[in-house]
């Protein structure tokens, strides 16, 4: 247990070939400052330039603190974070962008937050140095989940974050195919806490997130968490059947009176439209959910990991 590090720093990796030597060149330095024992644990996530090759590098240089976890495939960010927490053997995990947006000489203020005795610390990002689209669609986002879930997260893309290793076998103990790390430790937390940290344009490379795969996360972390959507459906469901019910006996009645009359026909082809795309709308989310349910029964292993490069001493002590 004495060679165990007090510090576990994850940082996955998927095609950032042309920024990770400056990524290099800074977050040791900023470790190595902080005058503790500590392990840093990249996760190669399937990268299809040369990222793997400077990661195996890069461990040769200093493999006394460098753990690098290679996987078979592309699993996605968070299943390669999960990957690095099921390997770290710190006391505390920070996790940790290798665009270096979030700049690691910032680590310090987690680590000085879970002295002040909070088991999980999140972030926000002071002068985002995102595109007016990415802020405006992330605030949108974070109202939308914040009302469906109750998870308060003021700045959910920022993965800059500290963890108990508590809340960190809470988490590895859940099996889930989809799932949002930030929102289980949250979950998981009893004194959690948001700080500021600063925020930098991207060093190199280009943000591996879409538009629609922010919409992808986002879906993913409502329906993961919440049958808000379900229920809100339902309730809509039942609303839009009573209107139509109502607007069935104006028409017998308008009949009744008036009599048989053509007028009117685009006006119930436009009701049936719309009744129609919220009966689809409604199939899809059902189906989303079903999904979720499919592709957990099956049991598959959530990644696979190829290999682990790690100095001999640290396998020993796993």
Not at 298 to 303: E, G, M, Q, V
Request: net charge neutral; hydrophobic share 45%.
């Amino acid at each position: 247990m004495a060679n165990l590090p007090l510090l576990s720093v994850i940082i996955p990796v998927y095609n950032e070939e042309e920024g990770l030597q400056a990524l290099f060149d800074r977050v040791y330095p900023a470790l190595d400052a902080l005058h503790l024992s500590y392990e840093l644990i990249f996760i190669n996530d399937g990268s299809r330039d040369r990222s793997g090759a400077l990661l195996r590098q890069q461990f040769e240089r200093r493999p006394e603190v460098t753990r690098v976890i290679l996987l078979n495939g592309n699993y996605g960010q968070h299943m390669a974070i999960m990957a690095g927490f099921e390997q770290s053997r710190g006391e505390r995990i920070v996790t940790l962008d290798a665009d270096l947006q979030n700049p690691p000489e910032e680590i310090g203020k987690l680590l000085q937050a879970m002295d002040a005795g909070h088991d999980y610390v999140g972030t926000i990002r002071m002068q985002r140095q995102d595109s007016t689209w990415r802020r405006w669609a992330s605030r949108l986002m974070n109202r939308l989940r914040e009302r469906m879930t109750r998870i308060h997260m003021t700045d959910q893309g920022c993965m800059l974050r500290a963890y108990d290793r508590r809340i960190i076998r809470a988490i590895s103990s859940c099996r889930e195919v989809n799932t949002f790390i930030p929102a289980l430790a949250y979950t998981f937390s009893a004194n959690p806490v948001e700080i500021q940290v600063k925020h930098e344009e991207r060093a190199a490379g280009e943000s591996k997130y879409s538009i629609y795969s922010l919409v992808r996360l986002n879906f993913d972390l409502i329906t993961g968490f919440s049958v808000v959507p379900l229920q809100t459906f339902s309730l809509l469901g039942m609303v839009l059947s009573v209107l139509s019910g109502l607007f069935v006996v104006y028409l017998f009645v308008r009949r009744w009176m008036l009599g048989p009359e053509a007028e009117g026909v685009f006006t119930l082809f436009a009701i049936t439209f719309f009744l129609i795309s919220i009966l689809l709308f409604g199939i899809g989310l059902l189906g989303e959910y079903v999904g979720r349910i499919y592709q957990q029964v099956r049991d598959r292993p959530r990644f696979l990991i190829q290999a682990i490069l790690e100095a001999p001493d640290a396998s020993d002590s796993n």
